[in-house]
């Protein structure tokens, strides 16, 4: 959410100091049922990579939980870099 906060000020910012006499390139043109979608579709596949991911991840954990021991598990699962990864493809779920 910070995150979406602080790229909405730049995002202000750099309208703010571009102004209205910024020409768009032909190239980034397009109608606005074009951009609706352009935008369902890059959404579409962040909602499919994040789902994979996840996937693979509970996948990972269930064959590791039946390989080692329950301490290398909890290590596993403590672990900083596998915390922000299953942090991370949480929030891509609905809520």
Known sequence: M????MLAIAATAVD???GDEAEVPL???MSS??????VATVAGAMITTVGVVFS???VSLQL????FSP???RSFIRDRLSQGV?????RGRSR
């Open 2 to 5: 910070f995150g979406g906060v």
């Open 56 to 58: 693979l991840t509970v």
């Open 27 to 29: 190239a980034l043109a």
């Open 64 to 67: 590791a939980s039946s390989q």
């Open 86 to 90: 299953r942090w991370a493809t949480s």
């Open 33 to 38: 049922n074009a951009a609706t979608w352009l």
């Open 16 to 18: 703010d100091l571009v």
């Open 71 to 73: 301490r290398v598990m």
